[in-house]
């Protein structure tokens, strides 16, 4: 195996983890409630905008969409 290819695999896998871990990261801050203050059985909870959470989805999957296209080279 030369230099080229083991370089190929490494950053394949990289981009798989990294693409597993930012849809992950972004799924949790999707479905993960903001809680603003919490005093007693009194808890009050933040709607905020999700909009870098969609964004970590999907520069996800362009991370496994890279990790796998670098596979079928």
């Known amino acids: 195996m ?6 190929k695999n490494v950053l394949r896998i990289v981009l798989l983890i ?3 871990l930012l849809v992950g990261y972004g ?4 479905f993960t409630p903001e809680v603003i203050m919490q005093a007693g059985p009194l808890k009050v909870e933040a709607q ?10 999907g520069l996800g999957i362009l991370a496994l969409i890279g990790g796998v296209a670098f596979r079928k080279r």
């Open 18 to 20: 990294v693409g597993v």
């Open 2 to 7: 030369n230099d080229t290819n083991l370089l």
């Open 48 to 57: 905020g905008d999700k909009t870098q959470s969609y964004a970590m989805i």
């Open 27 to 30: 799924l949790y801050t999707l």
